[in-house]
């Protein structure tokens, strides 16, 4: 279980990877557009705030990251806590979206699925 909820959490992160290149490289383009659901008008207007959003999403892909590179090194306790951390971050940023805006119920899902699933396992096989 140890491995899954590492791979788990490494899905979350490479989704919060992808969501930083849509808000902080891409924002304007027609992709992350239609994955906002944004106008060319509005894109322009939040740029900025889209860019720093984008790397808060880089910085808990890199904690996972991080986190997996220790737990393979050898460092459990290190490791899973950056994974737990970012991974918890991630679906707590998930639950936020979920109840501030009932119509992002799906990107929300999106967002905090896996890494929900990456603590479950991952604690689960840290315990057996």
């Not at 808060?56 to 991080?66: G, P, Q, S, T």
């Amino acid at each position: 279980m140890l491995v899954a909820g590492l791979v788990l959490a490494g899905i979350a992160a490479a989704v919060h990877l992808y969501i930083f290149v849509l808000e902080s490289l891409a924002w304007t383009g027609d992709r992350a557009r239609a994955t906002f659901g944004t106008t060319p008008e509005q894109a322009r207007e939040t740029r900025s705030m889209a860019f720093n959003q984008g790397f808060y999403n880089l910085f808990l892909a890199v904690e996972i990251a991080v986190g997996i590179v220790v737990v393979a090194a050898g460092g459990t306790a290190v490791g899973a806590t950056l994974v737990f951390v970012g991974a918890g971050s991630m679906v707590a940023a998930g639950l936020v979206l979920l109840l501030s805006d009932r119509s992002k119920t799906r990107p929300a899902l999106i967002q905090l699925t896996p890494p929900l699933l990456g603590i479950v396992a991952l604690a689960v096989g840290l315990t057996s």
